[in-house]
């Protein structure tokens, strides 16, 4: 008798011992790290109990964490069909490690064997890798859900989202599950019935992949013959709206695998559609629906997603999507059979060569051995032991015409994008061979993006390259998508245009050009080319580096947005020694006569150019006598310098300048008028000097009507110098002017009769001060006119002209 059994029945005694006073009493000691939960779900039925007398506590369930010994009771006689133990761990990934790993010991649960225990180990990633458990040691085989394991030990994998919990699948031990992958969040649980003691084991927890689906499982498949049942989160229920599922097969070398759908539902989509995605290496995507036929006779290791839509949950009865399916796998000695059916090939003739002769790879059509098949028609072929490395896989179509109008208008040139998945490798290479009439063009556009010439420093990244050869001699150039070239025009009678994929990727592209047959263009390659801003351009002429053949022509028409300047460099330029002509490098915009830049090969070219509009950028070639004719040419767009701003920037700059002169120059003669102001006064020819200074213009009782004037000589008009003279008291009040007919003395002043003594002799005292006034000439017979300022009443003619005496100081002068 071994030593877990005497335990166990040891362990057992105990209990009934316990339980015979009606009671079960326990000991529990929960391992370090973990937590144990006795829980019921009927409230009102048998509860647990802890401590005793006054401390004592009962409830329906009952929590213990720590390490320490605690005693239990259960106040019912068979707890155990009521109460059920789960024991959980945490187990935390930061982005390089886990804290720990699943290692199944029931150490602490052990007194609670007669329970049903479930053991659960909920694990946490760092955003957004997922957590990876390993079961290679024994593997996994999933289950339905109300099926059971035969060594009664059933996992559950379940996935926590936002939007609620998901349980990826039930499973058993043993089986081609290798690892499980889920994202962020969720748990591993182990379901062991009562009297069922847990088998050890452990399960190696590590960071996964940053994975783009629910969950990701793997699966090993074993050599020889061997099927695996797969369900899809949930089952039978529904799986999550809108979301993603991913098993990835690994396939023994020489296996094929079929995959077989055995039962699904089918959702109502309100968004998007439920979908099937196939990846393999070397073949690209397969989509597919649920109800389509699934692959067969695949060959090497395989993904198979599942997609949700958006469902339509208003609709009652709605099954939701569910899915049951079963992988095959099968050793490839025996003869794989494959129809190819040529209706499905857009008019492309197939091409299946052996590569390695010394290889076991057997490739027959309609039951005959050949090295090389070549398909035309409906036909039956047949691979035994044919790897993927063992073949190559091409196809190629010839399109030509007489005459323009016998021309197919337009020709999409697709790649099939559902050759037979029985083939032994992939489609590596389609070929598209393009015949225009006498004098006839080709013109290639891209449907969906742009074109981009590959050169050696700035290579294609994409999955595809377009190969354009002239004549089967003459390489234009490769080209790949994502880049600014909109249209390539060749004018030729043979062009080739080969799409191939990159690497060991499948040729997945399925509409790659459009071509058309149009009439002769006037150089022999034309390229339309759109730039984009912040996007460097580069150009190569044809058959770079090789270089361009002699006297040929090519042009690029480039297209400048508004307001943008292209700015081209020439990185690359190859001369050759002409033996007849030149060659030459124009730029010339378009709408324009005159070129903006010319260069022979026997002139020193500029490294760089600008051109501010939409511009033509020509190359032809001479006769070469050695060397050859080649450029590669950067364009950049950038903003145009404004020419407008600059004139505008420099003329206000220019008008400061001026404004500050301007300034200066009025300071300067202001003060020259000040100084000046001290120096010279105003003479009044009737010998009455008014002095200028600050005190303005003379004021009047009346601007308005009651000064008129009956006559006026010009040589008296001073009425603001006499303003002046009776603001300072040196005249009377004064009103029209009435002709005088006496004898005029210039050298007497004149008084008003109100004047009295005392201004007279203040005018005196200020005259005094002044220098002496100048000799007047006489008014030469002319009267002054009569008026109360010039002649005081009752004063005779010879008391009007006294002598003034020295001129007066300016009054406020400055």
Known sequence: ???????????????????????????????????????????????????????????????????????????????????????????????????????????????????????????????????????????????????????????????????????????????????????????????????????????????????????????????????????????????????????????????????????????????????????????????????????????????????????????????????????????????????????????????????????????????????????????????????????????????????????????????????PTCLPAPLSSVTWTLRPPEHGTVELTSPTVYLKQCVPWLPCNDSVIIKLVEDERTTVGHFCPQGAIQKVQIRTHNVSVTVSSTGDEALIYKNVLIAKMKEEISERYIFTVVPKRDTPVFLASPGWPAGMESYSTASWIISVPPKMDARLVFANISQPKCSNRHTSIKIQRVGHLEEDYSRREDEEAESEITVSESFYFNMSNCMSERGHFSAVTKITLQKSKNLLLTILSVVAALLVIFVIVLVVVCVVIRKKKKMLNHQVSIYNPNGTVFLPGQNGLPETRDDHSEHEYASIEDTLVYTHLLRKGREIGMYGEFDTYRPFTGHTDSTKPLFSKNSDAKEMQQLQSSSQEGPPLPVRPLSHGKRLVDNEIYQAEGQSEDEHSPALGPRMEPEGGN
């Open 1 to 419: 008798m071994s030593l877990s059994r005497l335990t166990l029945k040891i362990l057992l005694l105990t209990a009934i011992a316990s339980t015979v006073s009606g009671a079960l009493e326990l000991t529990i000691t929960p391992d370090r790290g973990s937590t144990l939960n006795i829980s019921n779900t009927d409230v009102k039925g048998c509860k647990v109990c802890t401590g005793a007398a006054r401390s004592r506590q009962c409830s329906a369930s009952l929590l213990l964490k720590d390490n320490t010994p605690v005693s239990v009771e259960f106040d019912c006689s068979k707890p155990q069909d009521v109460f059920n133990v789960e024991i959980v761990k945490n187990i935390e990934c930061t982005a390089k490690s886990c804290t720990s790993h699943i290692i199944q010991s029931d150490s602490g649960s052990l007194p609670l064997l007669g329970f049903n225990r479930k053991f659960t180990w909920n694990l946490k990633a760092s955003v957004p890798t997922a957590f990876k458990i390993d079961f290679s040691k024994t593997g996994l085989r999933q289950i339905n859900a109300s099926d059971s394991c035969a060594d009664r030990h059933s996992y559950t994998l379940r996935a926590f989202q936002t939007t609620g919990d998901v349980t990826v699948g039930k499973y058993c031990i043993t089986g081609p599950i290798s690892s499980v992958q889920i994202l962020n969040r969720g748990s591993f649980s182990l379901d062991v019935p009562a009297g069922q003691k847990l088998q050890n084991g452990r399960f190696d927890v590590s960071v996964g992949e940053e994975i783009k689906s629910l969950a990701k499982i793997t699966l090993t498949l074993p050599k020889e013959t061997s099927s695996a049942e797969l369900l899809s989160p949930n089952y039978p229920d529904s799986f999550p709206d809108d979301d993603v599922m991913e098993w990835y097969f690994q396939v023994p070398d020489k296996h094929k695998t079929s995959v077989q759908f055995l039962k699904h539902g089918q959702p109502s989509c309100l968004k998007k559609d439920t979908a099937v995605e196939y990846h393999n290496k070397g073949r690209g995507a397969l989509v597919l629906r649920l109800t389509d036929p699934q692959p067969e006779h695949n060959l090497g290791n395989f993904s198979l997603t599942l997609r949700n839509c958006e469902m339509d949950r208003r609709r009652a009865g709605s099954p939701g999507l569910s899915l049951n399916f079963k992988v095959v796998s099968s050793s490839i000695s025996s003869p794989v059979l494959c129809k190819v059916d040529v209706s499905k090939m857009e008019g492309l003739t197939l091409h299946i060569e052996k590569l390695r002769p010394a290889s076991d790879c057997e490739m027959k059509i309609n039951s005959v051995l050949t090295e090389t098949i070549t398909v035309t028609s409906n036909s039956d072929l047949s691979f035994q032991d044919c790897l993927p490395e063992d073949v190559r896989v091409t196809a190629l179509r010839v399109i030509g015409c007489n005459q323009l109008k016998e021309c197919p208008k337009t020709i999409n040139l697709w790649v099939p994008v559902r050759l």
